[in-house]
T-cell receptor
Framework: GQNIDQPTEMTATEGAIVQINCTYQTSGFNGLFWYQQHAGEAPTFLSYNVLDGLEEKGRFSSFLSRSKGYSYLLLKELQMKDSASYLCARGGTDSWGKLQFGAGTQVVVTP | EAQVTQNPRYLITVTGKKLTVTCSQNMNHEYMSWYRQDPGLGLRQIYYSMNVEVTDKGDVPEGYKVSRKEKRNFPLILESPSPNQTSLYFC?????????????FGSGTRLTVV
């Protein structure tokens, strides 16, 4: 399979920065997604990276290194509402309909 | 409003009693998919469909069936549910190839099999 690894949980204080790392298998790679999921709700799209480098979108940025099979999601100026699970997902060329997810990183923002 | 709608939101059933979870999207999306989500395991893909009458297995298809007779609908069928199918289920759809466009998810169906 295409093991997708990310930390289980991270804790940070309001206003701080948190970086969530994700590693994945590079063979047949076609793109890397980040989703946010609040407890009991549907995952919602945050970002997509297919080329190396940093994509910035307001307080959230996502980075990709294809050669290293590595991505990170950077959350700046943390707010209480950012407490959620962040899911890394890999698209592959082996099957265009498949999008495989990591187990998610629970981010806890404390006052 | 563009959305993926799945029903019911909550379902408790008994082992062996056939059930169907419905899913509908109003975005004219080609691709649709079903995932289940379990603590510590994340989202795992059950089945996906590339168009009407075209479906394929995901990573955990055992015990499930799907059909795609119309573009907008993609029901998930459990012919003989078992307790290990207790889970949170999400239906999703995609404008194009999901590995490039990603999926838009429905609100989820929490299924308990006793």
């Amino acid at each position: 399979g295409q093991n997708i690894d990310q930390p289980t949980e991270m804790t940070a204080t309001e206003g701080a920065i948190v970086q969530i790392n994700c590693t994945y298998q590079t063979s047949g790679f076609n793109g890397l997604f980040w989703y946010q999921q609040h407890a009991g709700e549907a995952p919602t799209f945050l970002s997509y990276n297919v080329l190396d480098g940093l994509e910035e979108k307001g307080r959230f940025s996502s980075f990709l290194s294809r050669s290293k099979g590595y991505s990170y999601l950077l959350l700046k100026e943390l707010q209480m509402k950012d407490s959620a699970s962040y899911l890394c997902a890999r698209g592959g060329t082996d099957s265009w309909g498949k999008l495989q997810f990591g187990a998610g990183t629970q981010v806890v923002v404390t006052p | 409003e563009a959305q993926v709608t799945q029903n019911p939101r909550y379902l408790i059933t008994v082992t062996g009693k056939k059930l169907t979870v419905t899913c509908s999207q109003n975005m004219n999306h080609e691709y649709m998919s079903w995932y289940r989500q379990d603590p510590g395991l994340g989202l795992r893909q059950i089945y996906y469909s590339m168009n009407v009458e075209v479906t394929d297995k995901g990573d955990v298809p055992e015990g499930y069936k799907v059909s795609r007779k119309e573009k907008r609908n993609f029901p998930l069928i459990l012919e003989s549910p078992s307790p290990n199918q207790t889970s949170l289920y999400f239906c999703a759809s995609s404008l194009g190839t999901p590995s490039t466009y990603g999926y838009t998810f429905g609100s989820g169906t929490r299924l308990t099999v006793v």
